[in-house]
């Protein structure tokens, strides 16, 4: 009997026992190979029925966000770890990621461009015009920094026919997390084989506003560390600003503008964190 429905996030939780979600991928499949590789930090899935899969309820206990992100830190590293194998290549797929990643640098570049000759022809700047105006050398330095840095990944695995590949999350977040009888990692539907930097980057740029980085990529690297080609990947792909997303008023584009500064200078600090340390280990 029914006698109580929630929904959060999309999905139905009946009585506080099981969850209703809708099937979007052979997630079976891929429970099975993290179990195969004794990792059952996921909700047991209780049946199938039609197009809807039946999870075992998991209430959150409730922690300080930043407890909890450390813990989110230390699972992902541990996903990562259980499920780390080499994978062959060839040329091709380096290229194809370098023409990719180079491709959005370039399109972002040129957004800024067309942005600030905009800014140019008016005769008075709005608060938000002025804000980019003020700001645009840091936006082009860290957007330069991006495409040096990902010649030099290019030009560094020319030789290399391997690359490190993990199950990745995917959509790494503390609302894809839950701690109860122990960590859980929720909606694997997006999970993936590639990169261990793709989980990394995404969930840096999640919450790169609420925590202090680089204490917790300290955390990760000590239990799961990044060989040079992925750490020069990784600071690559951070060190890509967003496009502003157009907002209703001005006041709120101001907020949306500042957000972007406000990466890019977390961002540039720990690019130049990790810069020193490699700089130093070569003298």
């Known amino acids: 009997m029914i006698n109580k429905i929630t929904v ?83 040329i091709d797929y380096y290229k194809y990621l370098y023409e990719k990643v180079n491709n959005d640098i370039d399109s972002v570049y040129n957004y800024y461009n067309v942005i600030m000759d905009n800014i140019d022809n008016e005769v008075y700047m709005s608060p938000s015009n002025y804000l980019i105006a003020r700001n645009i050398s840091i936006i082009y330095n860290s957007l330069r920094y991006a495409k040096n840095s990902i010649s030099k990944w290019y030009m560094m695995n020319e030789n290399n026919r391997k690359i490190r590949v993990v199950m990745n999350h995917n959509r790494l977040g503390l609302d894809h997390y839950i701690k109860n009888d122990k960590p859980y990692l929720i909606n694997f539907d997006k999970a993936n084989i590639d990169m261990p930097v793709f989980d990394i980057v995404y969930l840096y740029k999640k919450h790169y506003l609420e925590f202090e980085f680089s204490d917790l990529f300290k955390i990760y690297l000590s239990k799961y560390p990044f060989n040079k080609s992925e750490m020069t990947l990784f600071l690559t792909l951070i060190s890509i600003p967003d496009r502003i997303y157009e907002k209703d008023t001005e006041y709120k584009r101001v907020l949306e503008i500042r957000r972007i500064i406000d990466y890019i200078y977390k961002s540039s600090s720990l690019v130049a964190e990790y810069e020193i340390k490699e700089q130093t280990n070569k003298s």
């Open 8 to 90: 959060k996030n999309g999905v139905r939780i009946i009585n506080d026992e099981y969850v209703i979600k809708k099937k979007k991928k052979d997630i079976e499949n891929i429970y099975n190979y993290l179990l195969s590789r004794s990792f059952d930090y996921f909700p047991e899935i209780l049946k199938e029925e039609n197009d809807n899969i039946y999870y075992r309820y998991i209430k959150d206990i409730d922690e300080p966000k930043e407890q909890k992100m450390v813990d989110l830190i230390n699972l992902t590293s541990l996903l990562h770890n259980k499920t780390t194998f080499y994978k062959e290549v060839d």
